[in-house]
Each structure stands twice: as C-alpha cells, then as structure tokens.
C-alpha cells in the first residue's frame, strides 16, 4: 500500500473541490476500517460522513471486500447488452425483496446521477409507449441535488451547481424548497411548518396542463443541500396530487436509501411509495461504483407490450458490473445479517441527543435531524458565505473527524455502525471546534 504523499498533486483536476486551497494545504486519506479513516500522517480520523454518504456497513467491511475480490478473480467483466452473468440477476431479485417487492424490476447504472438521468428517461419513454407523448415536461425542487448530468442538473435546484452550463433542459420547472428557519428551526425530524408546499404542484398543473407534465423528481430529505427534512405530511400530499394527475412520482434516494433514515428506505420511513426510485452509494456499501433504478411493474410493464425487440434503447457498458454486483450481493447479507439498520435506530436518539446539545453554541442558528442524519446550520460571515462552514470543516479534520459542509451547512451522516462512544466523539470534537470558530 502508498501511504506516502505522491510527487505531485498537479494533474488531478479534483471534483467539487478548490484545487488551489487543497493542494496548498492536502488532507490525504490512506486506509479505513470500521468507523476510522487514517490519514497520511497516521492520524485516525472518526467518519461522520459515510465517506460521501455512502458507507452504511462501515470501510473493510470484511464480508463486502471478501465476495469483490472473489469475484474479480472469477469474472472480470462481462457485457449485459444482449448478455447476462448470474450475480446482476440474483442482486435484482434481492433488491426486489428487500423493498418489500414494492418494486418490480431494477435498472443497474454506475452512479447516481446516471440513475437520475436513467429515471427521467424511462418517465418520458413510458408515457409514449403508452400513447401520451405530450407529456414531457419534468418537475424537480428548488435546492435539490440530482447528480450532475444534464438531466439531473435540469430538475436540481442549486444555482451553483447549474449556472455555467446552461442552457439546461428545457420543459423543467421547480417546486419551492421547504426550508424555513423562520418557523421550523430546531426541528426534530418533520418539521410542522410547510405541508402547503406541496400544493404548487397543482399549480404548475393549472399553468401547464397535467398532460404535459411526465415525473416530479424529489430527495425526500434534501441532502447535499444542507439536509432539508420534509414538512409533516409534505410527501403524501405530493403524492395525492401526482396520482390525481396522471404524474410519476420519482424519490431519489441515493442519501436516504439503504437504512440512513433507520428504515430500509426513505419511502418506508415517510409510508409514501414513489413509482421509481433512484439509488447509488449504499447499494454497494460504496465499495464498488453503482446506481440503480428501481421500478414499480406497471411502468416496466408499458414496455413490454411492444413489439418484439430491444424495449429500452438505454444503458451503460457498466451497468450490472459484476464486481459492483457481488458487492450489492454481500451488502445486502450485511444489512440483514449484521442488523445494520436495526442498530441505526437504537442509536438515533442518542445521536439526535448529541446532536441538539449544540444549540447555544456560537453561530449555531439551526439544528435538524432525522434518522442518522443531522444538519448544523451556522450563521455565515458577512459578505463571505460558506466561508464560517468552511472554515470548521477543516478545523473539524485536523482534530480527527471527517464531517461534510455545504454553504453554511454542516452535514453529518456516519457510518451505521456507529455506537455511542463514536456519537459522544463526533459531537464532543464537534462543539470544540463550533467553540473556537471565528
Ligand atoms: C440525492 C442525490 N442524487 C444524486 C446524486 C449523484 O450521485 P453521484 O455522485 O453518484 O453521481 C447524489 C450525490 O450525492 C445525491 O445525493
């Protein structure tokens, strides 16, 4: 293993990142175990992110690395187009019984963004195939993340992330965001203020007509945003009016799905069934790249009364990889073996307990939780936005814990793993550094 620093940090254009405040200043990741990172310097660095949301079973996951490497030796590749290997059928049926058999069929993509884009085309692709090729328009939220393809950037809502490559989409509008300090600040779980939002769905009926309008695409809870929790009752208003109107309903649950909220997926959580579902990071305990569209029979069913022939002319060389397969496979048996999510939630309050022991601190205007996830929302510094989350961010690391900012937000959202003795470091190191802020 190259635990040392490489000779030069200059050719990798890193993601989401700023190049010149990192590479002056590096923060290197070397191996992981369990709930640690450790870094270059051999520090232990406690993961109160999942990595990037993605790690519910904890790193090295002993049974996860064990099925990859076999099945690495045994099958390196191979092509579904027109071809199959076991693993992606026998990963499509589990994932299948582990909602429940709420979903009938799965599309397998590499991320998330490619099951976005993926969902978004089989909306479309579906109402033609059923004679309402009128419907085209897309509805996504003002705040929300879909990944960073074009489709995904079109129905997201962050003006950061859209404003240098328009033009985007067009035919997409956006609901309003929920995010209210003003009336919901300190909220544990579904805040009380905002259901009503939902109702501008109807009104971007009445301006447009239900019958162009193909798919509302929605996080559950607003993740990368700066986790946005729903208002009581918000989803399944959503919900009645989506299905009053002839209009898909998609979740993207590529954060909530695989037992972050303490249920196996959000729609469990909120007892609200989209008719697709979007995936990716949990899926594989973020092991192995992969996404994955899940879909109610009566959308996979509309294809099939096509004439014989290819039914969806859509896919990725990697979709169904056979490494990220027997990593979803072994993920799965973990999840229920390990009893992952059953130990996320006799943690939850506790984690929430932690988490709500930071009100008072300096700068601290909000804090929100809902299952294992909590957002610390901070005043900013005039005239310099993100600048304060920023700032803890890195004072966060160098004092041994992994967290996540965006804007003014701390985001946390640990391993399932976790025990108390983790909840007590994060958010004891947590305060520390709220404390000694500018
Ligand atoms: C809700 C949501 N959708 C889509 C994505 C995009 O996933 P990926 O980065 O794997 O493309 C993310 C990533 O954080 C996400 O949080």
Redo the contacts with the bound molecule.
């Keep these: 293993m190259n635990e040392s620093r490489p000779a030069s940090m200059s050719a990798f254009w890193m993601p989401f990142t700023n190049n010149r405040d990192f590479k002056a200043s590096p923060r290197l990741l070397v191996s992981a175990e369990g709930m640690y990172y450790r870094d270059v310097d051999g520090n232990r660095v406690l993961d109160g992110t999942a990595g990037?949301?993605c790690v519910p079973c904890g790193h090295a996951q002993p049974r996860i690395t064990q099925r990859v490497s076999e099945m690495v030796g045994q099958l390196d590749f191979a092509p579904t187009f027109q071809m199959g290997h076991p693993a992606a059928f026998d990963l499509a049926e589990q994932l299948m019984e582990y909602t429940g058999h709420k979903f009938g069929h799965v599309f397998y993509t590499n991320?998330?963004?490619?099951?976005?884009d993926t969902a978004l085309k089989i909306a479309l692709a579906y109402h033609r195939a059923r004679g309402e090729g009128s419907r085209t328009r897309l509805i996504g939220r003002e705040r929300g993340?879909?990944?960073?393809g074009f489709g995904?950037l079109s129905v997201g809502g962050i003006g950061n992330n859209r404003k240098s490559f328009g033009p985007l989409l067009p035919g997409v509008d956006h609901l309003p965001h929920t995010h209210n300090l003003e009336k919901n600040a300190f909220s544990r779980g579904e805040p009380d203020f905002g259901a009503e939002l939902a109702d501008e769905l109807e009104r971007l009926v009445a301006l447009h007509d239900a019958s162009t309008i193909a798919a509302v695409i929605i996080?559950p809870v607003s993740?990368?945003t700066g986790v946005l929790v729903p208002p009581k009752g918000y989803l399944k208003r959503l919900r009645e009016i989506c299905d009053r109107h002839g209009i898909l309903l998609i979740f993207?649950e590529?954060?909530t799905g695989f037992g972050r909220l303490c249920t196996p997926f959000a729609s469990d959580y909120f007892g609200v069934e989209p008719d697709m579902m979007?995936t990716?990071?949990g899926l594989t305990n973020g092991v192995v790249p992969m996404?994955a569209v899940f879909s109610r029979r009566f959308i996979h069913d509309a294809f099939m009364q096509a004439p014989p022939g290819i039914e969806l002319f859509h896919g990725y060389t990697y979709s169904g990889h056979p490494l990220a397969c027997a990593a979803g496979l072994a993920t799965l048996e973990v999840l229920r073996e390990q009893g992952i999510v059953e130990n996320a939630a006799a943690q939850q309050a506790y984690f929430e307990d932690a988490l709500h022991a930071l009100r008072g601190l300096p700068h601290v205007i909000d804090l929100r939780s809902i299952g294992l996830v909590a957002g610390i929302e901070l005043a900013p510094i005039p005239g310099k936005p993100g600048a304060r989350a920023f700032s803890a961010f890195k004072k966060a690391f160098a004092d041994g814990i992994l967290i996540r900012v965006t804007g003014d937000i701390i985001a946390l959202s640990p391993p399932l793993i976790l025990d108390k003795q983790h909840i007590d470091e994060l958010f004891g190191k947590l305060a520390n550094v709220l404390q000694h802020l500018d």
Aim: aromatic share 8%; net charge negative; proline share 0%.
């Design positions: 990037l949301w991320s998330g963004s490619e099951a976005v993340y879909h990944g960073v995904g996080e993740g990368s993207d590529v954060i979007t990716a990071k996404g």
